[in-house]
C-alpha cells in the first residue's frame, strides 16, 4: 500500500478535494500506475454536477495515461516503465461478448472489478469509489492488465490519454459501431472532444460527405480541420438543410451530445434505410420519443455505442499507429495542459466552443 494525492468529489456541484489517501497494492492480474495525463471528458462532469448518479466520495476522471510502477504476480504482459494507455472497460475475454467481439458489453464485468480490498481509500479507512474502477484523478491508480495498451516512446502521454476514450469512442463509434461503408455520407452533431474523433474517423472510413454539426462557430471552424466537407450551425432546420445539400438526407449520422431532442436530429436527417448512432452519454432520466414510421416505412435503424463497440486494446494500438503515421490528429485536439490542481478551471473552461480536449499533467 502507498500514499497519493486525488482530486475527490464528495459532493455534487462542489469544487474537488485535493487529498491524500492509500492505494492498495496491486492483485495478481492489476498494475499499479503512476498516472502522468488525463483527459477532461464531458463524462466526468455528468457525475460532478450530479446529472448521472455515483456514489460518493469517489474519485473520477478515466482518460488516463501513464507508466507502470508496479505489476501483480500473475501480469505477463506490462513490466514497470512501460508506458501504457487505459481503457474504461476491462473485460473477461471468456464470456459469449468478449468471444464474439463486444468487450465493452462483457457479461462478467461485475465480477471482475471485484475486490478483497478497497483500490482507495482515506488513511482513517473510509472507502473512497473509482469512476468506472479507474479513477484516474490521482497520482496513482490500479488497473487490470488487460485494460492497459503499451505505446511506444513516440506517442506522448499528454496526447495518447485522448486514445483512452475520446478517440477510441468516436473512432470506434464509427468502424465497430456503425460500421460506415466507404463512399457513404454522414452528419456529426455535437463536435467537442468526441464529435471530432467521429469526423476524423468518417474521414478514415472514406465518406464522400461529413457534415459537422454544432452550435458553437468555433467548434465547426475546428471541424473542418479534422476532416468535415461541410458545416451546419444547429439552430437552423438541420434536417432540411441537409436534405437541401445532399439531396435525401445523409446514410449515417452520429449524436455526440447526450439529448433527447439531438438523438431526434440524428433520426430525422437519415435518408431512408439510414442508421443513426447515439454516442453521447444522456443525463439519468432521459427518455426518446420518436416517430415510428421513421422504422417502418423508411426502414431507419437507431442504435447505441458505447466505449467504440469493439475490442479496447486492439483499437487503441492500431489508433496509436494512425497518430504515428500522421493520419489521426491528436496533437490539435489537445486544447490546453493543465496542472492537476486546476483540474476545477479546466472543467470550467471546457463550456468555450474553443476547447476541444483539456488535458491535465498530473506529474507537476
Known sequence: MITTEAAVLTAVEQPLEFTEILVDDPEPHEVRLAVSNVGLCHSDLHYMTG????????????????????????????????????????????????????STQCQRITEIRQRPRPAFQLPSGQVIHRLGDVGAFSRHTLMRENALVKVDDEVSLHVGCLLSCCIITGVGAVFRGAEVRPGSTVAVIGCGGVGSAII??????????????????????????????????????????????????????????????????????????????????????????????NFFFSEKRLIGSYMGSGQAQEDIAQFARLYQQGRLLLDEMVSDVIGFHDIDKGFEAMKSGAVTRIVADLTV
Not at 207 to 231: F, N, P, Q, W
Not at 240 to 249: F, H, K, R, V
Open 200 to 293: 476524423q474517423g468518417a474521414r478514415l472510413a472514406g465518406a464522400s460527405a461529413i457534415v459537422a454539426v454544432d452550435l458553437d462557430d468555433a467548434r465547426l471552424a475546428a471541424a473542418k480541420t479534422y476532416g468535415a466537407t461541410h458545416i451546419m450551425n444547429g439552430a437552423a432546420d438541420v434536417a432540411a438543410e441537409i436534405q437541401n445539400l445532399l439531396g435525401d438526407g445523409v446514410d449515417y449520422s452520429f449524436e455526440a451530445v447526450g439529448s433527447a431532442r439531438t438523438a431526434a436530429t440524428a433520426l430525422e436527417v437519415l435518408r431512408p434505410t439510414g442508421t443513426a448512432c447515439l454516442v453521447g452519454i444522456a443525463p439519468d432520466g432521459t427518455d426518446l420519443t420518436l416517430p415510428a414510421w
Open 51 to 102: 446529472t448521472v448518479g455515483a456514489d460518493l466520495p469517489v474519485v473520477v476522471g478515466h482518460e488516463v495515461a501513464g507508466v507502470v510502477e508496479a505489476v501483480g504476480s500473475a501480469v505477463s504482459t506490462l513490466r514497470p516503465g512501460d508506458r501504457v494507455v487505459g481503457a474504461l472497460t476491462p473485460s473477461c475475454g471468456l464470456c459469449r461478448n468478449c468471444q464474439a467481439g463486444h
